[in-house]
């Protein structure tokens, strides 16, 4: 089963004396998702839809280093089974709620170091679930 993809979106950016403020919205409509359910056994619904808002700041900026420390805070909001077809459930398990809040140390400008604590719920259960991540990134 070929299942199609049409996706639009919006892309944010705007900084400001060591302030950044981002923010993301996606769109993502499928297609033939009944063909490929019904082939694979799956619930994947034919619309999904998110956006993601952020805040951050470097704290190192009035030191003038070529370093960055920055706090964060991030709000992501998705549903995966934004619409279903008529053969499946709307299931609100994937819609997801996230509140991201952490540090990230930029040693270079093509490499961060990162922290952050996570709050996740979902529309079905509005019991929130706490995860600490961790991360390394280099941009080549």
């Keep these: 089963s070929i299942v199609g993809v049409s996706m639009i979106g919006a892309d944010i950016r705007y900084s400001f004396k060591g302030i950044q403020l981002k923010g993301q919205y996606n769109y993502i409509s499928l297609s033939n998702t009944q063909q490929y359910n019904e082939m694979t056994g799956s619930d994947v619904g034919n619309t ?3 956006f993601y808002t952020e805040l951050s700041y470097n704290v190192f900026r009035p030191f003038k280093v070529n370093t960055e420390l920055i ?3 991030r709000y992501e909001n998705y549903d995966t ?3 279903v077809d008529q053969t499946i459930l709307k299931n ?3 819609h997801i709620e996230e509140i991201i809040f952490g540090l990230g140390w930029k040693p270079t400008k093509q490499t961060i170091i990162k922290a952050d604590f996570q709050k996740t719920r979902s529309a079905l259960n509005n019991e929130w679930i706490n995860q600490l991540n961790f991360g390394v990134g280099v941009m080549f």
């Design 48 to 50: 999904l839809s998110g």
């Design 71 to 73: 706090p964060f805070i």
């Design 81 to 83: 089974h934004y619409a």
């Design 92 to 94: 609100d398990t994937y």
